[in-house]
């Protein structure tokens, strides 16, 4: 549970946090695409951007590990009755993802401990891949010389 929380938690926070992962990047391209690599390997390899993100992201589990979760619950609840004839039971106004799963209060410091090494990881991924990427487009190449375009058929 913790685990799912924290990688769902995570994930738009990593991908908001490099634009340049939001690129599409292909073989084709110019070298920009090793250069934004690059960049973004810089950018998640900072310690500093790192500790502020995992601040950032530690806060926002917080907030959310507290948020009621009735608004959002109940009316799929009575929707999901109304289709299937069931009676549907009120969801306590009060409930929280904290009241729900107590564990869930080590997210936070989950996410502090671990997302500056997972970032550091991600950032020296993307310099390998950077690094990696003319010999890739090598291969594309000799690929599309050795293998006669074939037409697709329409089924």
Do not use: F, N
């Amino acid at each position: 549970m913790i685990r799912t929380l924290t990688a769902l938690a995570a994930a738009p926070l990593l991908v908001a946090a490099t634009p340049s992962s939001a690129q599409d990047i292909y073989l084709d391209e110019p070298p920009l695409a090793d250069e934004s690599l690059d960049r973004m390997g810089d950018a998640l390899s900072d310690p500093v951007r790192q500790q502020e993100l995992a601040t950032s992201l530690a806060v926002v589990t917080e907030i959310l590990l507290d948020l009621p979760l009735a608004p959002i619950i109940d009316p799929l609840a009575q929707a999901a009755g109304q289709a299937t004839g069931e009676p549907v039971r009120r969801i306590d106004p009060d409930t929280t993802l904290r009241r729900i799963a107590p564990d869930a209060g080590r997210v936070s410091a989950e996410i502090q401990d671990k997302l500056p090494r997972t970032m550091q990881g991600i950032g020296a991924m993307s310099g390998a891949v950077s690094r990696m990427m003319p010999a890739l487009r090598d291969m594309a190449a000799q690929l599309r010389a050795a293998i006669p375009e074939q037409p697709v058929a329409d089924y």
